[in-house]
Nanobody, 124 residues
Framework: QVHLVESGGGLVQAGGSLRLSCAAS????????MGWFRQAPGKEREFVAA????????AYANSVKGRFTISRDNAKNTVYLQLNSLKPEDAAVYYC?????????????????WGQGTQVTVSS
């Protein structure tokens, strides 16, 4: 069992940056692939980024590639998402998720545990 808690969301101007964190409690964080998804009002949840168990491999949605960076610190049981050059269309609730698989997993049905989400708002 893994409990995930996101933090770091907030209001930022277009072009600005945020760093999201997802703290995991429970055993063996390093045995889970991790991912970030987002959901805007009226839209389906979509994949943003994912990282493998040891952090060596990552995957990104085309819409965020080159602007967002996912990383993890297994010693701190935390995964991060650095959001740079934010656009109004990046505004959403961002969710952290954990998969028992190796990762990086790009589909939400591959994930076993989910956090409650953190709101990111981007003003134009």
């Amino acid at each position: 069992q893994v409990h995930l808690v996101e933090s770091g969301g907030g209001l930022v101007q277009a072009g600005g940056s945020l760093r999201l964190s997802c703290a995991a409690s429970g055993r063996a964080f390093s045995t889970y692939g991790m991912g970030w998804f987002r959901q805007a009002p009226g839209k389906e949840r979509e994949f943003v980024a994912a990282v493998s168990r040891n952090g060596a491999n990552t995957a990104y949605a085309n819409s965020v590639k080159g602007r967002f960076t996912i990383s993890r610190d297994n010693a701190k049981n935390t995964v991060y998402l650095q959001l740079n050059s934010l656009k109004p269309e990046d505004a959403a609730v961002y969710y952290c998720a954990a998969t028992r698989g190796q990762g990086p997993a790009v589909t939400d049905y591959g994930y076993d545990y989910w956090g409650q989400g953190t709101q990111v708002t981007v003003s134009s």
